[in-house]
Nanobody, 119 residues
Framework: HVQLVESGGGSVQAGGSLRLSCAVS???????MAWFRQAPGKEREEVAT???????TYADSVKGRFTISRDSAKNTQYLQMNSLNPEDTAMYYC???????????????WGQGTQVTVS
């Protein structure tokens, strides 16, 4: 049973930084991971992804400011967020796709979310 638990959210002033963590349990082999966010009244947005080979992608809105990474030994992924601005305020979710061979990512497993507020 795959479980994802996020942590690291909070409140920060504009220009500040936060690091989100997502601990994965129940599976560890070649997981493709992603971070999404959703602000009130807005659609969910894919923020960053990292595939089973470590390749990363970023939304244009966060390129150069956010960095997704993983620690395979800890089965944990991270989202380092720098130069935060109020538009980054949202609930952030990590997600996992354990079927790395699929041509299109389908994130079947989701964390509970962690709130990020930038003022």
């Amino acid at each position: 049973h795959v479980q994802l638990v996020e942590s690291g959210g909070g409140s920060v002033q504009a220009g500040g930084s936060l690091r989100l963590s997502c601990a994965v349990s129940g599976y560890s082999y070649r997981i493709c991971m992603a971070w999404f966010r959703q602000a009130p009244g807005k659609e969910r947005e894919e923020v960053a992804t990292i595939d089973s080979n470590g390749r990363t992608t970023y939304a244009d809105s966060v390129k150069g400011r956010f960095t997704i990474s993983r620690d395979s030994a800890k089965n944990t992924q991270y989202l380092q967020m720098n130069s935060l601005n109020p538009e980054d305020t949202a609930m952030y979710y990590c997600a996992a796709d354990i079927f790395y061979f699929r041509p299109k990512r389908i994130y079947d497993y989701w964390g509970q979310g962690t709130q990020v507020t930038v003022s």
